[in-house]
Structure formats: structure tokens, C-alpha cells
């Protein structure tokens, strides 16, 4: 079995793997991996893929469109008179309570999701105040169109035991989806610990306020 590089490579892996070359098996794969890609997002610690963005505020309007691939943000942080201020995240029904009539204006102080593509900020701004937004941005997902991302260049054994996880339960061979989810379970560990590893450098011990200062507790402590 050839190594694991891109979409194409992860895709004979799988079929070589089980042995299966039917065509209601194949045709199954980019659902398997597109499953196993959201997994991988919501159960990882990805700081690699953490990115800023930054631009300025439009006068009197309360909307800005998020970056693209936005999924959530780790600050939103407005220059106000020379000062960063980091805006609070709230509900929108919240935004609106608080300050219900959008015309007037004023330095802002939250924003909250509107959409799945813009955020709304309140106060509307009076000024087209400068913004820095760090975020997660989840990456373009694997396809015959995309050969290659984040998951397959960096930790394509967690990517490749979750979409053999999937295969195994979409053909009803519950013991192999059992082994294979022990595989992945294992390998989305070792990762996470890895991860956490990056939060430090060598001149710091790692730290939980929930228990013991050591690796495996800090990553069950998250």
C-alpha cells in the first residue's frame, strides 16, 4: 500500500485495506471522509490552523462579513483611541436588548453571530474603528477537486482510522468499526497530547488547575 499524500492515495488506502473493490463500497468513501474530516475538527486541537485577519469597521453599520472559513473565533479585538478592546461575544437577542435602535452610534463592545457568513457588532460604530480577528478556520475539504489539506498532509493516521471507522459502519461490520474506533481513539489521543505539548516551551512544566501538572490530565482536563 502506498503511502498516504492526498485524497487519491487516502481513497486506495481504504479500499486496499478491507479489501473491498465493489462499486456500492467505493462509491461510499468521499462520505466516509467527509464524516471523518468534521470529526477530526471538532475532536483535535488544531492550533495550526488558527489565522488573523484584520480591516476596519464601516461607519454606522452594525454588520461585518466573517473570513472566510470561519468556524469560530479566539478574539475579536477593536483599536479604540490608540487601545485594543476585546469584544465580548454574546447572543444576538442579547445585542439587540441591549441596544435595540441601530442608528445610533457608538464605540463597540460585543458582537454575536447573525449568520453563518456575518457577525453583528454592537454599539453600531461611530468610526471606522481598525479590527484584528484571530480565528479557526476549518480547511477545504478533501475531494477529487482538492487533493490535498491540512488533515492528510498532517495527521493522516487519525484521518485514515476515522474514515475506515466509517466504511466499517456503513457496510454493518460492527467489530471492525469497533477495532478501528480504538484505533482512532488512540491516535486522536496521541495528537491531542502532542498539542498540548505546543502550549509550552521547554522552560515551562505543564499545568491544570483541575489536577495533577501532567500531560495525559491536562488534555482530559480541556
Known amino acids: 500500500m502506498a503511502s498516504i499524500t492526498t485524497y487519491a492515495t487516502l481513497v486506495q488506502a481504504v479500499i486496499d485495506t478491507a479489501e473491498d473493490d465493489s462499486t456500492e463500497f467505493a462509491a461510499y468513501i468521499p462520505t466516509a471522509i467527509d464524516l471523518a474530516e468534521e470529526r477530526l475538527f471538532k475532536e483535535l486541537e488544531l492550533f495550526d490552523l488558527e489565522t488573523k485577519v484584520t480591516g476596519a469597521l464601516t461607519i ?6 466573517k473570513p472566510t472559513g470561519y468556524k469560530y473565533a479566539n478574539y475579536f479585538k477593536v483599536n479604540i483611541s490608540g487601545s ?10 442579547y445585542l439587540i436588548d441591549y441596544w435595540p435602535n441601530t442608528t445610533v452610534a457608538d464605540a463597540p463592545k460585543y ?5 453563518a457568513t456575518q457577525f453583528r457588532i454592537t454599539p453600531t460604530p461611530n468610526l471606522g474603528y481598525t479590527y484584528e480577528i484571530k480565528y479557526t478556520k476549518q480547511p477545504t475539504k478533501l475531494s477529487t477537486t482538492n487533493s490535498s489539506n491540512y488533515f492528510v498532509e498532517q495527521c493522516k493516521d487519525v484521518l485514515f482510522f476515522a474514515t475506515m471507522m466509517e466504511q466499517a ?30 502550549k509550552r516551551d521547554d522552560g515551562q512544566k505543564p499545568s491544570n488547575p483541575q489536577g495533577p501538572n501532567d500531560l495525559n490530565n491536562a488534555v482530559k482536563g480541556q
Request: hydrophobic share 35%.
Open 60 to 65: 454606522n453599520s452594525f454588520m461585518l462579513d
Open 84 to 93: 485594543d478592546r476585546i469584544l465580548e461575544k454574546k447572543r444576538e437577542d
Open 111 to 115: 458582537y454575536a453571530d447573525y449568520s
Open 169 to 198: 459502519r456503513f457496510m454493518k461490520a460492527w467489530s471492525q468499526a469497533t477495532a478501528w474506533e480504538d484505533q482512532y481513539n488512540k491516535a486522536r489521543d496521541a495528537w491531542n497530547i502532542n498539542s498540548v505539548r505546543q
